[in-house]
């Protein structure tokens, strides 16, 4: 039996009483009340991140984003937040639980896209390779500076002509004396111009082994050739760029030691595909709520905005995605922890989630009206953002087909 006290049904003292708690919805939308499943632990680092996305990114972000400009000043400050290396646990890295983990996305999708992928590139896929497949010695020469942000980290993986088919790389490495020549070409590579540690993955010319080859300070090394993509529509404060790799030298010391295989390297993607979907949630979150504050405030024929039906219709849709993409990733992060994640439930939760950001951020930007293309009121720059998630971390094409691949037993890739 459950008495009449556990339920909820006075809608008109619903919102209030929710206030009268604390938790207000500009905070931290939270209809369905995650927070009962997070530990006062993982709600501090929350809260840590949040300030840094209220006081550091928020104010300081748009002129950056508009002149597609690296925003050194606000990375910078990264260092002081507990977050650098993610679930890697030595050598200085964060050791963060996968929930926490989860959260620093969320909390920086709802920022800003550029600021979230340059932390996702460093901390995730660079710090991420070295850690899961370098060994001690390269952990301990890498790691380190890379935790205090001293030498930032890249991930070259798509290539010009290979992208989702990700795990046939045309870029190769030749045994030569005590390393190897690299010759080859990346595309749409996050953080390479500014790149201290460049991962290059490449196939072996004579094995056709896959590894991964370290080069240290890319832009000064013969060969080497990284040109920024100019003209992108979204997360233009983060920098892509295309490599070129012409007879590069790569020390053997310089070849991650636990790698032969893609499907190694998959665990890295793989971790970074379930940080997309929280990050996807947060971009989400992150228009949703600036649109209720402005439809709470803004008076058009006498009363607020929020108070017309064709607004709220937006306004429940919009809180109806995120709910469920907030409620995914919590049961995501279960998964995860208790080794029942598969390429399929985190591939749903990428293409569910980056595609409802889409949806979520178009909504925010028509309750705006004229206002919702201004950068300044930050909505617009977050639906050019969640443009970029749609394609990244797999196309979600891919993400649906490898859910398809996992429910039918079918491979619809070939």
Sequence with gaps: MISSSHLWIDDGDALMTREKQGETLYAGFDFYNCDM?????????????????????LPKINPYWEKAEFPWEIARKMVDLPIIGGPLQDHGAAGLDLV???????????????????????SGLAMGSIGLLGDEEQKARWLPPMVKLEKIGAFAL?????????????????????GFILNGAKRWIGNASIADILIIWARDEETKDFGGYVIENPSDTDGVGIND??????????????????????????????????????????????????????????????????AKEREQFGKPIAGFQLIQ???????????????????????????????GTVSLAKYNNARKARYVTQLARECLGGNGILIDNHIARLMLDAEIIYTYEGTNEVNLLLVGRELTGLNAFV
């Design 37 to 57: 499943h997070f530990t006062e632990k993982q709600k501090a680092l929350r809260q840590e991140v949040r300030d840094f996305i209220e006081c550091d990114v």
């Design 100 to 122: 926490e983990m989860g959260l620093v996305m969320y909390e920086l999708g709802k920022g800003d896209g550029s600021i979230s992928t340059f932390y996702g590139v460093h």
């Design 158 to 178: 798509t290539e010009p002509e290979v992208g989702s088919n990700a795990a046939q790389v045309k870029t190769r490495a030749r045994k030569e004396g005590d």
């Design 229 to 294: 993509i100019w003209g992108k529509i979204g997360k233009r404060a983060v920098l892509n760029a295309d490599i070129t790799l012409r007879d590069v030298y790569v020390p053997a010391a310089n070849k991650l030691a636990y790698v032969n295989r893609f499907s190694d390297m998959a665990r890295v993607l793989g971790l970074g595909r379930y940080g997309v979907a929280w990050e996807a949630a947060g971009v989400a979150a992150g228009a949703f709520e600036l649109a209720l504050k402005y």
């Design 313 to 343: 219709q937006k306004l429940v849709d919009m809180a109806t995605e995120v709910t469920l993409m907030q409620t995914l990733c919590l049961q995501l992060s279960h998964l995860i922890n208790t080794g029942l994640l598969t390429a």
